[in-house]
């Protein structure tokens, strides 16, 4: 918008110079040329006199002289009464237009070689006619043209070049605030709810940045509704988690109550980070710094420990590879937890007693990937499942497994897929960047990913 506006006005404005300088130009150039016929023209009258009372050649040299155009000026005396004809001065005329001038009885110019001459007939005493010649070089009647066709030429750049810098001040003006506008919506893009713009500018600029900032209010006081809500529906849950805590005291000892025991206790932190986190209103997981994160191995570990009881009461074979060494990962211990959990507890749910499955963790250069594979029926769309993870929610699903479990992986630059396992059912793959940064996964870095995964063997 800026340049266009630039552009504008020095298109405008040079037309607007060249429409007034051009005919200025040719009105100066024709003031000069009458400047020096009109000079001529008073050289020619001061010999007038002096014809009109003697034809004499001395007398009328010694005219011609004091004038200060002898060499300029020539007097043509034509024969009368026996006398011969006169001619004074370098004659530069022709004779066909002397005679001209002569009978017709009025001035007239003429070119000739490196100017004009002005031919001015003056009647003798004798009743004849002489003619005046009087010479006017060309740098005569050029004389002062060009320096005002310079100073033209000058005040046309300098109109032009302040034009510019006007409408460049304008373009600044109109393109600030609306940079202003674009780098505010880009912030608030980005999570950065506090982000407004400054009410400047052109009106329809400010109405922008009104509408901008009532906007971004609204947001603000949505997320804010939503964090309300999100806590006060966690917080209904104490209530049966505190009777659950209480039964559990009641089922004596042995591993499946200790278990249970500590499912609850889980349940109660997990729900104390939810209310927690919304209160605050900040992400539940930290900015990943140096030595931050966990151990995948230790979490995995862990987790089948849990999980392997109630594996073991339901038949199921289970596996585990990759957990024998420390793997650590970008990823805070909570988020990992949660993921595996999700995933485990969709095995769980979603196939017969007695179904097989396994954790496979492997552990690369810039990588991590985490398969959770069973051997049930599968999974016949994994792109709807995906979209249910998304938080659609379908055939008894919340949605919420697998949105977790992508937010995850998403947040160290990775991704999540689903595909068919070896041991013929689902296989979950999460890949996990040890460069992750927390930023958004690009179109490109996908094509990276996938790169990397079948040069690293995994299936």
Not at 333 to 348: E, H, I, K, Q
């Amino acid at each position: 918008m800026r340049w266009a506006l630039v552009k504008v006005c020095v298109a405008v404005t040079t037309m607007v110079v060249v429409a007034f300088a051009v005919p200025l130009g040719l009105v100066i150039k024709e003031m000069a040329r009458d400047r020096a016929f009109s000079n001529a023209e008073r050289e020619a009258a001061a010999i007038a006199p002096a014809l009109s009372i003697t034809t004499d050649r001395d007398q009328l040299e010694r005219v011609v002289a004091s004038a200060g155009s002898d060499s300029g000026m020539a007097v043509h005396i034509p024969a009368a009464d026996g006398a011969a004809a006169v001619e004074i001065g370098k004659q530069r005329a022709v004779g066909k237009d002397i005679t001209t001038t002569r009978k017709l009885g009025r001035a007239s110019t003429t070119e000739v070689p490196g100017g004009s001459t002005l031919l001015q007939p003056v009647a003798l005493s004798s009743g004849e006619i002489a003619v005046v010649e009087v010479y006017v070089p060309e740098s005569e009647v050029s004389n002062g043209v060009g320096t005002a066709w310079a100073v033209l030429a000058a005040v046309g750049v300098a109109l032009i070049i302040g034009s510019v810098a006007v409408a460049d001040r304008l373009g600044v003006r109109m393109v600030q605030p609306a940079q202003r506008l674009v780098e505010s919506a880009h912030e608030l893009g980005e999570g950065k709810l506090g982000a407004r713009v400054p009410e400047e500018g052109p009106t329809e600029l400010r109405l922008a940045a009104v509408a901008f900032n009532s906007m971004a209010d609204q947001v603000v006081q949505l997320l804010a509704n939503e964090r309300e809500l999100a806590a006060d529906l966690s917080h209904r849950l104490r209530t049966p988690l505190t009777v659950l805590r209480l039964n559990t005291a009641s089922l004596g000892d042995g591993p499946a109550a200790e278990q249970t025991r500590a499912a609850v206790a889980q349940l109660e932190r997990e729900v104390d980070t939810i209310i927690r986190t919304a209160r605050e209103a900040k992400p539940q997981t930290a900015a990943i710094g140096v030595g931050a994160g966990c151990d995948a191995s230790e979490v995995v570990r862990e987790r089948m420990d849990f999980w392997s009881a109630l594996a073991e009461d339901e038949g199921r074979k289970v596996r585990v590879a990759g957990i024998d060494r420390p793997v650590r990962i970008p990823v805070a211990r909570a988020d990992l937890v949660a993921s595996l959990d999700a995933l485990l507890g969709n095995v769980f749910r979603h196939t017969p007693e007695g179904t097989a499955f396994a954790v496979d963790v492997h552990n690369g250069e810039d990588a991590v990937i985490v398969l959770v594979s069973d051997a049930g029926p599968g999974i016949v769309d994994p792109e709807a499942a995906m979209a249910r993870g998304r938080g659609s929610g379908s055939d008894g699903s919340t949605g919420l497994g697998l949105d977790i479990v992508r937010r995850l992986a998403e947040s160290t630059g990775g991704d999540v897929r689903i595909g068919s396992s070896v041991l013929g059912g689902t296989e979950v793959r999460i890949w996990i960047q040890l460069d992750g940064r927390g930023a958004p996964l690009r179109r490109g870095h996908r094509g990276t990913v996938r790169r990397r995964r079948r040069g690293a063997g995994v299936r």
